[in-house]
């Protein structure tokens, strides 16, 4: 048995060990901002701009903008050792920012408050992760840490399963119970949270944090995709020594899986901004069960965590990173061949298949993207890491605002369309089957200090 799976093991074994009460206020948010804001936002942009299309995409995209705010919240945290009031305090701006949602009357005001949402959550999934790095010993961090990702996992589930049912009641319903789902965390999170004075404050800057933790190990764990994003997204900040080092890093195999990785984003993130709307107007498909749909993928998801760090182990990360990619693709082409042929019987079974194939997808992607970051990357880790979060994030942004152009311009069919242009970059930048840290690159390691 390996390290890493000694540790998934050990953790599976001892979860009281590693589980403290707070996680589950972690675990509320997880279910409203990558549950409830995924299905109910679009749909709500829908009925109140039928006439402009692209208005999804641009309201996701403000959400995915806010949730960049990451760095600043943490500076906040970590400086003026403001954990309770910055976690607490996201949590209470992006209630706030659900309560006025409904209330605003054009898009600027929308935009805004999306904005506002995504800062909130970013916050708070920021602050998560510095009260377990500066409250707890070294070697308990990648078990904690793995813990927390897997209550935000488990909470998603259980918003898709809840804004089901609320797309049933009212969009301004749903919104308004997801912010009292939030107020709920914000109790736990007061009642709960460790005050600063008790933390062991093993770590001063949460830039030398990043060097301690096996990103392989957390990779075992499930991790949110897209809107709520993944908590090494808000852990691992871009800098400037990893900024400077990218042309370097451009002509090694590092610098190709970032190309990669960025271009996965960019294609898949309009159809996450827009797939309810996309599967009732394309396929008939009521929201409810789409959340349905997803909700289940997403549970049987989470086994494939573990599942993929053995299989990486096994044949390479690589490998099983161009399967992941491989399988997103047909994902998307079958919910492709449904609009080409126009009509055909059981259209509806095959776009849920093709939607259901989309997620599971993701858990081998998020292990194999993880473990390629710390394996090929020629610099620290923690520059490394923020690299990665940058392909993603900008990725995510960039490709949700070109798909809400795209779909003003030409409709819906165009989301699967850019989807496999995107995987299938991806590929082309990215095809090497070799998985081993590569020795020879000659970009200089970036010091701790600067990661």
């Not at 090494?232 to 042309?247: E, M």
């Not at 490998?319 to 609009?339: C, E, N």
Request: hydrophobic share 55%; with cysteine.
């Amino acid at each position: 048995m390996s390290r890493i799976d000694k540790i998934f093991w050990d953790t599976l074994r001892g979860p009281k060990q590693w589980v403290s009460s707070w996680f589950a206020a972690y675990a509320l948010l997880g279910a409203v901002s990558s549950g409830l804001i995924p299905i109910l936002l679009p749909l709500m942009m829908v009925r109140l701009l039928p006439h402009e299309l692209a208005a999804v995409g641009y309201v996701i995209g403000a959400f995915n903008l806010g949730a960049l705010s990451s760095p600043l919240w943490g500076n906040l945290a970590d400086e003026k050792k403001a954990y309770r009031q910055v976690f607490c305090g996201g949590l209470l701006l992006e209630l706030a920012a659900m309560i006025a949602f409904p209330l605003a009357a054009n898009l600027g005001a929308w935009l805004v408050l999306a904005l506002l949402m995504g800062a909130g959550s970013a916050a708070v999934s920021t602050c998560a992760t510095l009260l377990i790095v500066d409250f707890y010993p070294h070697e308990q961090w990648t078990s904690r840490i793995g813990w927390l990702q897997t209550f935000n996992g488990a909470g998603q589930v259980a918003g898709l399963l809840l804004a089901g049912a609320f797309v049933a009641i009212g969009y301004r319903f749903g919104l308004w119970m997801g912010a009292g789902i939030l107020a709920a965390a914000i109790v736990v999170g007061l009642i709960c949270l460790p005050r600063p004075s008790k933390g062991i404050q093993a770590v001063k800057n949460k830039k030398d944090a990043a060097i301690g933790l096996d990103f392989n190990a957390l990779a075992r764990f499930a991790r949110v995709e897209l809107v709520g994003g993944g908590l090494l997204k808000y852990f691992h900040l871009l800098n400037i020594a990893g900024l400077k080092s990218i042309p370097k890093l451009l002509p090694t195999r590092f610098g190709r899986f970032l190309m990669s990785w960025f271009f996965v984003f960019l294609g898949v993130s309009g159809f996450f901004a827009y797939f309810p709307i996309f599967l009732k107007q394309s396929f008939g498909v009521l929201p409810a069960t789409t959340s349905l749909t997803y909700a289940v993928a997403a549970g049987m998801g989470i086994a494939l965590y573990n599942l993929s760090g053995v299989w990486a182990q096994k044949f390479g990360a690589q490998k099983i990173y161009f399967f992941g990619r491989i399988l997103r693709f047909a994902g998307f082409i079958l919910l492709l061949i449904p609009l080409l042929l126009h009509k055909i019987p059981g259209e509806n079974f095959i776009a849920l298949l093709g939607f259901a194939v989309v997620v599971l997808a993701w858990p081998i992607l998020s292990v194999t993207g993880t473990e390629l970051t710390s394996e090929l990357s020629p610099i620290s880790q923690g520059a490394a890491q923020g690299l990665n979060n940058a392909a993603n994030g900008v990725g995510t942004v960039a490709g949700t605002y070109l798909a809400g152009w795209l779909v003003h311009m030409v409709g819906y069919q165009c989301i699967p369309i850019m989807a496999l242009i995107g995987l299938g970059l991806s590929i082309l930048v990215d095809t090497s089957f070799h998985s081993a840290k590569p020795a020879e690159n000659s970009v200089p390691a970036i010091s701790p200090t600067n990661a």
